[in-house]
Nanobody, 125 residues
C-alpha cells in the first residue's frame, strides 16, 4: 500500500506558475511509475503527465505540453508538477497516482494503483 499526499494547490492568476508536490508516506515511491491527473467539475478525470521510476522518461497531455514539467526527487520520496503559464482551463483538482505496471505512460486511469486525495488548483482570469 502506498499513501500519497498532494500539496501546493491554491489560487493563482492566469499566466502565473504553481508547483505541486506529491509525497509518499510509509513506503518509497522510487520503484513506482508516477502520474498526475486532474478533474474539473462535471468532467472525467484526465491525464496530465507521467514519469517512469528512474525519472528518465516523461509523458505529457497535449494540453499541457511545454507548460508543465513533471519531475521526481528520489531521496525526498517526492514527485513534482511544475505548472507555468496557467490558464483558466487548468482549474481542477489535481491528483497524484502511482502505477505498479508499465502501462503508466498510456495515461489511462485504470493503469494506476494508488491515488492521493487531490489538491485544488484554481486559475483566475
Amino acid at each position: 500500500q502506498v499513501h500519497l499526499v498532494e500539496s501546493g494547490g491554491g489560487l493563482v492568476q492566469a499566466g502565473g506558475s504553481r508547483r505541486l508536490s506529491c509525497a509518499a508516506r510509509e513506503r518509497t515511491v522510487s520503484i513506482y511509475n508516477m502520474g498526475w491527473f486532474r478533474q474539473a467539475p462535471g468532467k472525467e478525470r484526465e491525464f496530465v503527465a507521467a514519469i517512469n521510476w528512474s525519472g528518465h522518461n516523461t509523458y505529457y497531455a497535449d494540453s499541457v505540453k511545454g507548460r508543465f514539467t513533471i519531475s521526481r526527487d528520489g531521496p525526498k520520496n517526492t514527485v513534482f508538477l511544475q505548472m507555468r503559464n496557467l490558464k483558466a482551463e487548468d482549474t481542477a483538482v489535481y491528483y497524484c497516482a502511482a502505477a505498479d505496471g508499465d502501462g503508466y505512460y498510456t495515461g489511462r486511469v485504470d493503469e494506476y494503483d494508488y491515488w492521493g486525495q487531490g489538491t485544488q488548483v484554481t486559475v483566475s482570469s
